[in-house]
């Protein structure tokens, strides 16, 4: 008898394991096989011989054992396919993002799912369709997301803004900034951002942006000003 404490997982299916290597290795960048191994839950043994058995049957990958593999550039994957909790995940997701984020990326959750439901067989398409998990968006205020679109742009691009933000004791400051990155916090957008005024990282809330302007000037790509650089220097804290 088995143990209530104890539960019998069916290993993953060696045709899915591949499938799973290829995705791996079309991220492009080079995975070592210990990497591989970890996120797999199988042996470095097994990782080797999977990748001797897909290169020889002719999948276009580079490395050795001990360096790393990638596949080689413009190899395209070939089109994936979903389990029930992979759709729900989808389907979850754009709910969020239909709540919680600014209207063009709400269009293109619905984008996404479009083109997934295109391509599924019919047994799948239910559970696409059913939203057993949703995220309402009747209670998100309008200002939770002002001036995301924008903000995004700017990231994009890295054009400089200049906003007008109201401080956590009412007072509004003006200021010039690097826009790098934006943050969700389950009920808050902030924006990471390198502050001219004050050289240094300045975190925003969205909803206290009062007014927001992107200019034409672009901020440079510095070392130590990056939107890495934002988050280490965050999680230190």
């Not at 395209?76 to 997701?93: K, N, R």
């Not at 209207?103 to 047994?123: F, G, N, S």
């Not at 924008?150 to 200021?175: C, K, N, P, V």
């Not at 790098?180 to 975190?203: M, P």
Request: charged share 30%.
């Amino acid at each position: 008898m088995v143990s209530g404490a104890w539960r019998y997982t069916d290993p993953m299916r060696r045709a899915d394991r591949l499938f799973q290597i290829i995705l791996h290795l079309g991220r492009g960048r080079v995975m070592t096989a210990h990497r591989m191994a970890e996120e797999l839950e199988v042996s470095k043994r097994t990782i080797y011989r999977d990748i001797a058995d897909l290169m020889a049957s002719g999948a276009p990958i580079d490395g050795e054992a001990g360096v790393g593999y990638r596949l080689r550039p413009g190899y395209q994957v070939p089109p994936l396919m979903f389990d029930t909790d992979e759709l729900e995940a989808l389907t979850f997701g754009a709910s969020m993002v239909r709540a919680w984020a600014d209207d063009a990326l709400a269009r293109a959750a619905e984008r996404v799912l479009a083109k997934v439901d295109a391509v599924l067989p019919q047994p799948l398409r239910s559970s696409l369709s059913k939203e057993t998990l949703l995220a309402p968006d009747c209670f998100v205020p309008s200002s939770t997301v002002r001036g995301m679109t924008e903000l995004r742009r700017a990231i994009d691009q890295r054009l400089m803004a200049r906003l007008e933000y109201r401080r956590e004791d009412g007072e509004f400051s003006r200021r010039v900034i690097w826009p790098l990155g934006l943050i969700f916090w389950g009920t808050k957008w902030s924006l990471g951002a390198w502050c001219e005024l004050r050289s240094e990282f300045r975190s925003f809330r969205l909803d206290r942006i009062h007014s927001l302007e992107l200019l034409p000037s672009q901020f440079p790509d510095v070392p130590g000003r990056r939107f890495k650089d934002y988050v280490d220097l965050a999680s230190n804290d």
